[in-house]
């Protein structure tokens, strides 16, 4: 009789960008079964949805992949990706300041891990996977490592995995590296980033000038790779 098999089960918090959609390879590669869950959150750069639907049917696991709405985010607004009114920063507005960005949604991380270790625990997933990045992104509170060893310990208590001492890892493979090493690692095991998209503008062909693509193309040029998507 032969033994049992033991399957890891992991959610990646899939949206269709270049660090999430690394952390869905690395999952891979790390022999989990992937769970993938997306958030349309009425985001200006909704297109990324599309995206994350390529990424999940990249990874054959399509039938898996959850799309929660969260429209709320948009009647709350106070951030350039969910408020019309508030303009998407350009490299020198951006730069001229060390405030936190206008581009940081209030409460979205939060949200994000709340839904997906509900996803999480239905599944039996042992790990949630989050493309958090301290490094390029230090403006945003909801992407430190302080955050998220919080969150870790909240799941432990609020949940039934939790206190029967099983619990749920936050992964954030993506935490310290730069853009370029995440590219590097993400070319190597063969991350789909044509499928991607990182643009805050949300067309068909990336702007270019956002801080999100500015990050984008100095990652692939540092890391010595032609990013495959078109820009305008």
Known sequence: ?????????????????????TCM??????????????F???????????NAKQVAAHYGVAQRHKIIKLDFLRDFGGSALTDD??????????????????????????LFLSIATSYAEVTGSSAIY?????????GYPDCRPE????????????????????????ETPLIDWTKARIIEEGLKIGVPYELTT?????????????????LRLKGFEEAGAKDPIPYL
């Open 1 to 21: 009789m032969s033994a049992q098999v033991s399957v890891k089960r992991a959610v990646v918090i899939l949206s269709g960008g270049l660090d999430s959609t």
């Open 25 to 38: 390879g690395i999952a891979k590669e790390a022999g989990y079964e992937l769970y993938p869950i997306s």
């Open 40 to 50: 349309d959150y009425g985001q200006r750069h909704k297109i990324e949805i599309e």
């Open 85 to 110: 009114s508030i303009d998407v920063p350009n490299v020198t507005e951006s730069e001229q300041t060390d405030e936190i960005p206008v581009t940081y949604v209030p409460g979205r991380n939060l």
């Open 130 to 138: 989050i493309g958090v990045n301290a490094l390029d992104y230090s």
């Open 147 to 170: 955050f998220i060893h919080k969150v870790e310990e909240v799941i432990e208590l609020a949940t039934k995995v939790g206190v029967e001492g099983k619990g749920i890892k936050i």
């Open 198 to 214: 990182s643009c805050y503008n949300g067309k068909a062909e990336a702007c270019g000038v956002c801080d999100s693509c500015r």
